[in-house]
Structure formats: C-alpha cells, structure tokens
Antibody, heavy 113, light 107 residues
Framework: EVQLVESGGGLVQPGGSLKLSCAAS????????MNWVRQAPGKGLEWVSH???????YYADSVKGRFTISRDYAKNSLSLQMNSLRDEDTAVYYC???????WGQGTLVIVSS | EIVLTQSPATLSLSPGERATLSCRAS??????LAWYQQKPGQAPRLLIY???NRATGIPARFSGSGSGTDFTLTISSLEPEDFAIYYC?????????FGPGTTVDIK
C-alpha cells in the first residue's frame, strides 16, 4: 500500500524559510514523478510544483524562484524548500504522486507576524 | 496558463438524483483532464483521469466525458457519501491548473 506522509509545517514569519518533507512507503520515489499541491484556508486547490522521474522540475509562477522541489534518495522522501515566504503562502501543503492517484494528509504552513 | 471554469458553483440535489458537473478550459487540453473529490478535512481523491477513465476503486456511478475544452463529470445516482466538492484539473501543459470547484450539497 502506498503511503505519503508530509511533515515540516508550522508558523513562520513573512520573509522566512521552511522546508517540507514527504516520506513515502510502498513505492520508490527515485522512479516516481511527484507533486506539491496547496490549499489556502477555505479555498480551492493550487498546484505548486512537480519533479519528474528524470528530475526535471516545474513550478507555479506564484512560487517560482522562491520554492525548490527535490528528492532525498537515501530517505525515500520528497522535499519542498520554501524561501521568502509571504502571507499568501499560508495553506495546507499536500504531496501527491505524479498521476495524483495518491496523496498525503497534508501539512499546514502559516505565514504570519 | 490554461484557465478552468466549473459550473455550477453549487449543485443542490437529493440522494438518488443524477449530478452533472461541467468544466470548461480556456484552450484545448485534448483529453488531459482529471476530476477529484474532496471532503472536509481530507485530501483530494482522484476520480477520473484522461477525461473518461475511472481511477482504481472508483464506483461505476462516476463517469467522465468530453475532450478539447468541454468536459462533464456525471454521478448517475447520488449516494450520501458523494456530497462533497469536485475539482477538475488539466494536465495538458505547465503550469497545471485546477478549476475553482463545484460543491454538491444535500437539497
């Protein structure tokens, strides 16, 4: 059974940094494309970033240049390094398999002073 | 960026009724359109991919159709557990985008 578990969320001040992780079990992330999707409180879904099986990366314009997606092969995990955080980055962040057929439960990021 | 529009915003129906949800794209996405269901406090669940293919474990009462710019998700007979928010998503080009969602609530 595939399981994805996000961690690393929390409260951070505007301009600060945070690194999210997504631990995978039941699949090897080294051969998977993966995504980050976020959902602001009471709002809809917003795709954030994708890393392909060959490690090509793609970003939403709203996070380009501030967020970096990567894999940790040793830990079989996915990461999202978030820098220069803004109030509007406040959201639940989900990791999802490339085909979006498996999702984690999400981790909440709050950007506030 | 491809913009997805969903209609109606809210659909109020009774259990057993048929639900028809629409998703329109600002330009052609071919058949690279997916549908998701989300309930409060839960992650989204993939229902349909490539416009008309049911994901693993999805009941047959859910069906998808369309291509190009106009797509439909149909729930043939609503079960109590189907009352939720439904999102469409295009996977045709970067950035991937989601529609704003349709809420299916109990009449």
């Amino acid at each position: 059974e595939v399981q994805l578990v996000e961690s690393g969320g929390g409260l951070v001040q505007p301009g600060g940094s945070l690194k999210l992780s997504c631990a995978a079990s039941g699949l090897s992330l080294s051969s998977q494309s993966m995504n980050w999707v976020r959902q602001a409180p009471g709002k809809g879904l917003e795709w954030v970033s994708h890393i392909s099986s060959s490690s090509s990366t793609y970003y939403a314009d709203s996070v380009k240049g501030r967020f970096t997606i990567s894999r940790d092969y040793a830990k079989n995990s996915l990461s999202l390094q978030m820098n220069s955080l803004r109030d509007e980055d406040t959201a639940v962040y989900y990791c999802a398999r490339g085909a979006f057929d498996n999702w984690g439960q999400g981790t909440l990021v709050i950007v506030s002073s | 960026e491809i913009v997805l529009t969903q209609s109606p915003a809210t659909l109020s129906l009774s259990p057993g009724e048929r639900a028809t949800l629409s998703c329109r794209a600002s330009q052609s996405v071919s058949s690279y359109l997916a549908w998701y269901q989300q309930k409060p406090g839960q992650a989204p669940r993939l229902l349909i991919y490539d416009a008309s293919n049911r994901a693993t474990g999805i009941p047959a009462r859910f069906s998808g159709s369309g291509s190009g710019t106009d797509f439909t998700l149909t729930i043939s007979s609503l079960e109590p557990e189907d009352f939720a928010i439904y999102y469409c998503q295009q996977r045709s080009s970067w950035p991937l985008t989601f529609g704003p969602g349709t809420t299916v609530d109990i009449k």
